[in-house]
């Protein structure tokens, strides 16, 4: 019994933490990005620059775990900033495809330089070792989620 309450406490904790850092983190970055951008538009954007090719909608609603209306109201705000493209399908006029637009890679890079200090500065106080050290248990936790759910 005492070992669950052991397992218990040290997962309420882990996650605990997780949380708090999550919270402070984008509290942090919000801040930083540059005006009118939120980190879920830097998101998609990262996603799709990195993609190199376009995405359905429903594929990247898929990829962050988000409803499709949810992806949507993303992408009207990223469409509406011209930082993304939306074009139909040509084979199916109900579906679209979205890519990252010249606006869109730029507003990412300004983005990540206005981030990446901070990221790195928080990288450089804890140390690279224990960072390396702590990706493989927090990689293994996100695909156990994913699993899960």
Do not use: C, Y
Not at 17 to 28: G, S, V
Request: proline letters at 4%; hydrophobic letters at 45%.
């Amino acid at each position: 019994m005492s070992e669950n309450i052991t397992n218990d406490s040290l997962a309420v904790a882990l996650f605990s933490e997780i949380f708090m850092a999550d919270q402070l983190a984008r509290n942090r970055l919000t801040k930083a990005l540059p005006k009118g951008m939120e980190i879920s538009h830097f998101s998609v954007l990262n996603h799709l620059a990195g993609a190199g090719d376009e995405r359905s909608p429903a594929q990247l609603a898929r990829a962050f775990h988000l409803t499709r209306g949810a992806m949507t109201n993303t992408l009207n705000k990223l469409e509406w900033a011209g930082h993304i493209h939306v074009r139909p399908d040509w084979d199916d006029a109900r579906r679209k495809f979205v890519s990252i637009s010249p606006s869109g890679r730029a507003a990412r890079e300004a983005a990540l330089s206005a981030i990446a200090p901070i990221l790195s500065d928080v990288v450089d106080a804890i140390g690279h070792d224990k960072v390396k050290g702590a990706l493989p248990v927090l990689r293994e936790m996100r695909v156990r989620l994913e699993n899960d759910g």
